[in-house]
């Protein structure tokens, strides 16, 4: 059964007891889609020109909202200075592609990110221009906003993005907006499956690859122990599925500013290991998550 108010239908049912049945390449039983959100120099801060900043830093300080603050904004530039080439050097090292949740703003700020990580053959979802919630935009303002990010793309990345991610969550307006754009093969604006599903958008089929702020680096920003263990436990409990036959996809968020530090690179550093250790898994970009749904079940 389904509820519906302005924007997209609501479905408390999805697959239910009978999920599709993906042929990952190698048997694999979990696809591992590694998602770095590239934010940093996109951030609200007074420095753009915003009246407050953004506190998902380090600590929790209560600075004013009224003045630049330094050192969130230091603590930002960590993750473009040094965090992301950490984390590229470590998917090197290990073989391993990943999916950038990039915002257009901070490829700008730093266009060097753009261009290392597309020849190393990661992959490109767009974040938005900055990191803002588009809920609090008009359809005008918000249309134009993904307008602005594609064009940017082109000019750090080299092409348009073939998904789309807002910041936390989606305006009743942007799955319909994506769609109208065009260009799009996907978006992840949505928290509610283990795999992708295909829904409807002014009556056409739409792809969403969704994504999952349960494995986040954040669960680990003063133990990182803490994330491996959960990221652990995650993957093993779908590894089980998938041996059973039935395979899932797991999304894993990593922001270079936390997890770009060295102590909890070496938690991911142990989970990608232990993964690798257990065979008969993915790490897959979110585009050849999305390309293999469309060949199996489009």
């Not at 990221?231 to 922001?255: I, N, Q």
Request: proline share 5%; net charge negative; hydrophobic share 35%.
């Amino acid at each position: 059964m389904t509820t519906q108010s302005n924007g997209p239908i609501r479905d408390l049912v999805g697959y239910g007891e009978n999920p599709p049945h993906p042929q990952f390449p190698g048997g694999a039983n979990v696809a591992v889609n590694l998602v770095v959100n590239y934010e940093e120099g996109s951030e609200y801060s007074h420095f753009l020109g915003d009246g407050e900043n953004d506190s998902i830093a380090e600590v929790a300080y209560p600075f004013p909202r009224e003045i630049r603050d330094l050192a969130t904004e230091s603590m930002y530039e960590y993750g473009s200075r040094v965090g992301v080439w950490r984390l590229l050097r470590l998917f090197e090292e290990f073989g391993i592609n990943a999916t950038f949740f990039a915002c257009a703003r901070a490829f700008e700020m730093n266009p060097d990110v753009a261009t290392a990580a597309r020849k190393l053959g990661h992959d490109l979802v767009s974040h938005g221009y900055r990191w803002e919630e588009h809920w609090r935009m008009t359809r005008e303002e918000e249309a134009q906003r993904i307008h602005d990010a594609v064009e940017s793309f082109k000019t750090t990345w080299g092409s348009a993005p073939n998904g789309w991610y807002c910041r936390y969550g989606p305006s009743v307006n942007t799955r319909e907006l994506v769609a109208e754009h065009g260009g799009f093969l996907y978006d992840s604006d949505a928290y509610n499956d283990d795999l992708p599903y295909f829904t409807e958008v002014n009556k056409k089929r739409h792809l969403v690859v969704p994504y999952s702020l349960t494995y986040n680096d954040i669960q680990g920003t003063k133990a990182p122990g803490d994330f491996f263990e959960f990221a652990r436990r995650g993957f093993d409990e779908l590894w089980l599925e998938g041996e059973r036959g039935a395979p899932k996809m797991m999304s894993v968020g990593l922001h270079p500013r936390l997890i770009g530090q060295a102590g909890r690179t070496n938690a991911l550093r142990e989970f990608i290991e232990h993964c690798q250790t257990k065979g008969k898994v993915w790490f897959a970009r979110r585009d050849d998550i999305a390309s293999l749904w469309m060949s199996q079940f489009g």
